[in-house]
T-cell receptor
Framework: NAGVTQTPKFRILKIGQSMTLQCAQD?????MYWYRQDPGMGLKLIYY???????DKGEVPNGYNVSRSTTEDFPLRLELAAPSQTSVYFC?????????????FGNGTRLTVT | QKEVEQNSGPLSVPEGAIASLNCTYS??????FFWYRQYSGKSPELIMS????GDKEDGRFTAQLNKASQYVSLLIRDSQPSDSATYLC??????????FGKGTKLSVKP
C-alpha cells in the first residue's frame, strides 16, 4: 500500500530557481490537496483539486501553480523561489470532500530557499 | 478571532492521567471537526472526527463538540508516552476545505 507518495523528501533551492514537487496517490481518490506547514503553525491550504482537470486556489496560492491531468498525480510548481516559501509541504488526498472523509497525507517535502 | 484557535502548549501530563486538549472556532467554520495527531517530523494522521453536538468515544479518545460555545475538545484517558505529539484541530471552512489550528504539543511523562 503506497498511499500518497511525495518526492523529493528534501530540497534546497536558491532564490529565483524553480522546481516541481511531485505527488501521486494510488487509492483512486478524487480529492487532492497541497498544504504547507511553517514551524509552530498549522497547515495552510495552497491548492486543491476535486478531480482530474479541476483545480482551485486555497488560502495561500501566491507563488505556486498546480495541474491535475490524471486522478493519480497532482504536482505543485514553484516558479520563482523566495525565502518565504521555506516550509514543509504536504500533499494529501481523500475519497470525498475533506468535510466528510479523512485526509491521507504523504510524508512531506522539506524545502529550504536560500 | 482566528478561525480555529488552539493553545500551543506544551501541555505536560503524567503517564496514566487524562489529557485535555481544547479548540475554539469562529462563525466562519462549519460544524464538522477533526483531530489529527502529528508526531515530530511526520505527517498528520486522523484520530477523531465529530459532526454532532455532544461526545464521541473511540477507545481512549473522546471528542466533545459544543456548538453553542463554539468549542471542540479531545480527551485522552490513561495517557501514554506514545501519545506525546502535536494535536491539530481542524474544522470545515467556507471554501470547502479544512482549516487547521496551530496545534497543541502534548508531552506525557513516564
Amino acid at each position: 500500500n503506497a498511499g500518497v507518495t511525495q518526492t523529493p523528501k528534501f530540497r534546497i533551492l536558491k532564490i529565483g530557481q524553480s522546481m516541481t514537487l511531485q505527488c501521486a496517490q494510488d487509492m483512486n481518490h478524487n480529492y487532492m490537496y497541497w498544504y504547507r506547514q511553517d514551524p509552530g503553525m498549522g497547515l495552510k491550504l495552497i491548492y486543491y483539486s476535486v478531480g482530474a482537470g479541476i483545480t482551485d486556489k486555497g488560502e495561500v496560492p501566491n507563488g505556486y501553480n498546480v495541474s491535475r491531468s490524471t486522478t493519480e498525480d497532482f504536482p505543485l510548481r514553484l516558479e520563482l523561489a523566495a525565502p518565504s516559501q521555506t516550509s514543509v509541504y504536504f500533499c494529501a488526498s481523500s475519497p470525498t470532500s475533506s468535510y466528510n472523509s479523512p485526509l491521507h497525507f504523504g510524508n512531506g517535502t522539506r524545502l529550504t530557499v536560500t | 478571532q482566528k478561525e480555529v484557535e488552539q493553545n500551543s502548549g506544551p501541555l505536560s501530563v503524567p503517564e496514566g492521567a487524562i489529557a485535555s486538549l481544547n479548540c475554539t472556532y469562529s462563525d466562519r467554520v462549519s460544524q464538522s471537526f477533526f483531530w489529527y495527531r502529528q508526531y515530530s517530523g511526520k505527517s498528520p494522521e486522523l484520530i477523531m472526527s465529530i459532526y454532532s453536538n455532544g461526545d464521541k468515544e473511540d477507545g481512549r479518545f473522546t471528542a466533545q463538540l459544543n456548538k453553542a460555545s463554539q468549542y471542540v475538545s479531545l480527551l485522552i484517558r490513561d495517557s501514554q508516552p506514545s501519545d506525546s505529539a502535536t494535536y491539530l484541530c481542524a474544522g470545515g471552512g467556507s471554501q470547502g476545505n479544512l482549516i487547521f489550528g496551530k496545534g497543541t504539543k502534548l508531552s506525557v511523562k513516564p
